[in-house]
């Protein structure tokens, strides 16, 4: 049975409210002051609701940060999956506009380079099966571009896009630590730069193949 309308919102209608204000809450005390300085408590005030309400939310602090990293992967996956359909159908700039989104969306707010880059590492091995899910789903979008073009690389093509994975997350990591951040453009100069002698043909890889 539907709960009774309550200043004209549904039982269901309150929870999800709720839910998007501790969401919301999260998504900046977790990437400022971060996540284990983050008091449920804390949380509740920011969100304006009661410390019984969290619970009919979330079963946990971890539980809601894994809410707030998830959505953050969905948004981002979105709007690089956009980027790479609207370039060229080439390998290089497919894959080139693709790293671009991706740096220039996460950098876009700090708080969600924090969150996705940072946070999620120290939140611990509770956060380890969503960082794990996300970082296949970054996986697939590189493979999917790369087994489209005429020539692919000479080595396992799941490890290459793991290893470009891995730099940028860590270029990445140094724009979240670093002060002064190093420049965006910077950064996508950088990760092209790793992808190219990785995937061209002039590149090591095919020199150590011949």
Not at 66 to 80: K, M, P
Not at 113 to 126: T, Y
Not at 151 to 174: F, K
Request: net charge neutral; charged share 25%.
């Amino acid at each position: 049975m539907a709960g009774r309308d309550y200043r004209g919102m549904s039982a269901a209608e309150r929870l999800a409210d709720r839910r998007e204000r501790l969401i919301s809450a999260a998504y900046t005390l977790f990437a400022q002051p971060g996540f284990h300085a983050t008091t449920i408590e804390r949380l509740c005030a920011t969100a304006r609701i009661s410390n019984r309400a969290f619970y009919e939310c979330f079963s946990s602090r971890e539980d809601l940060m894994r809410a707030v990293y998830e959505r953050c992967i969905e948004e981002t996956l979105r709007s690089v999956s956009e980027a790479i359909d609207m370039a060229p159908p080439t390998l290089d700039d497919r894959i080139v506009a693709g790293i671009a989104e991706y740096i220039r969306f996460v950098t876009k707010d700090v708080r969600r380079a924090r969150l996705m880059h940072l946070e999620v590492r120290r939140a611990g091995n509770v956060l380890s099966g969503a960082r794990q899910q996300a970082v296949a789903s970054f996986t697939k979008v590189i493979e999917s571009s790369a087994r489209g073009a005429a020539r692919t690389p000479p080595l396992d093509l799941h490890l290459l896009a793991l290893g470009l994975i891995g730099a940028i997350t860590e270029l990445l990591i140094e724009w979240v630590m670093t002060e002064p951040s190093p420049p965006t453009e910077q950064l996508i100069e950088t990760a092209v730069y790793i992808f190219r002698r990785t995937f061209s043909s002039g590149g090591p890889l095919a020199a150590s193949a011949q």
